[in-house]
């Protein structure tokens, strides 16, 4: 897999970024806290979630308009704010004297200001007291700033602790599917709260005598019928001198065995094999995924599966620990999944028993 950075990476490393284009940015709060506003579900129906945004919530989109008159080369062209963090994309019509790093750090400092507002009212008023005893505003942030010493300031938690993440667009095709994977950030906020189940790591999952963590459906390992998908080298190398039927007849057969209730196993690396899997999921068929890397402590599949996960088609195995710093997948790390999705296949297919795949 590779990992977003890099997908997004355009210019040459250690260039400023002053150029016009287009960039996500992304402002967290590192502890999850839901202090920006409160997910709603209207008739448990997640397509239909919104966020009733609440004071900082407001005042988190204020700063970012703010932030405009000192940089107004730059657009705010789309967002969307959640709960616990902001997605946006900053369109930059021009080249930029400092560059987008200056711009986005004079919005954090305004986020942090608010954030060292809400933590001082909160240690003054009582839970207990009303909402609006803590309105959040920038005129409230910025007098406090002004109001008390700057040890006192400094001792304040800012809420927003990191810097926000900087995703430069390469190509401008790139924008349709950023706008919706962040207009769908409600929707599947609700998803996952509404089927906890299958967005929550589970582990110590044990397939054919190995182990390991898995998200999704696990009535999967229940199946009968197990099909590896592994396009071989020869199939390509004999697509690329004109002669593709091999390769066509396998990736055919992949999917008549998927349309007759098998599930097909597989990391799915090359590009055919997921055309695999995305005519398997678009048909309603069922998917275990093997990953190259572990689940992470808020772990969401990828845009592309997401959806088939609430619809119970996939299992995400991963027989390795999380890995933060992972980078891309190397050779050995694909030929080792490939043999793992050979051996639940072949294994779980054989076997009339029980034992050989189970969840502890």
Known sequence: M?????????????????????????????????????????????TKAWVNYNDLGRTILEYQVANTTHYPEIQILHYCLMPDHLHTIWYVRRTMPRG??????????????????YTYLSSIIPESDSGEQKKI?????????????????????????????????????????????????????????????????QNNIEVAGRMYSGVGNTELLDAQHYIPVHVRRTMIEEAIHGDDTHLRDYMDSCINAARKGAVMVSPFIHDKERE???????????????????????YKPSDGIFDAVANR?????????????KHGITRAECVALNQMAEEISFITSESDSDSTLRKH
Not at 102 to 117: C, D, E, N, P, T
Not at 153 to 173: D, K, N, V, W
Not at 276 to 298: H, M, P, T
Not at 318 to 323: I, R, V
């Open 100 to 117: 987008i790093s200056a711009a986005v750090r004079g919005f954090w400092q305004g986020a942090k200001k608010a954030g060292r507002a």
């Open 2 to 46: 590779v990992a977003d950075h890099d997908k997004w990476q355009w210019q040459e490393p250690g260039e400023v970024w002053k150029g016009a284009g287009l960039y996500h940015i992304t402002l967290k709060i590192p502890s999850r806290e839901t202090l920006l506003g409160d997910l709603v579900i209207p008739d448990n129906d997640p």
């Open 313 to 325: 088609q996939v299992l995400i195995l991963s027989p390795w620990n999380y890995d933060p710093k």
């Open 276 to 298: 695999v899997l995305y005519c398997v999921l678009a048909e309603g068929g069922k998917i275990i995924y093997l990953s190259d890397n572990g689940f992470g402590e808020y």
């Open 137 to 201: 505003t920038r005129e409230i942030a910025e007098h406090l700033r002004s109001k008390i010493s700057d040890a006192e300031y400094a001792a304040l938690s800012p809420i927003f602790t990191e810097m926000p993440h900087i995703r430069p667009m390469g190509q401008r095709r790139q924008l349709p599917a950023t706008l919706r994977y962040i207009d769908m950030n409600p929707q599947r906020l609700a998803t996952k709260r509404l089927m906890p189940g299958f967005f929550r790591v």
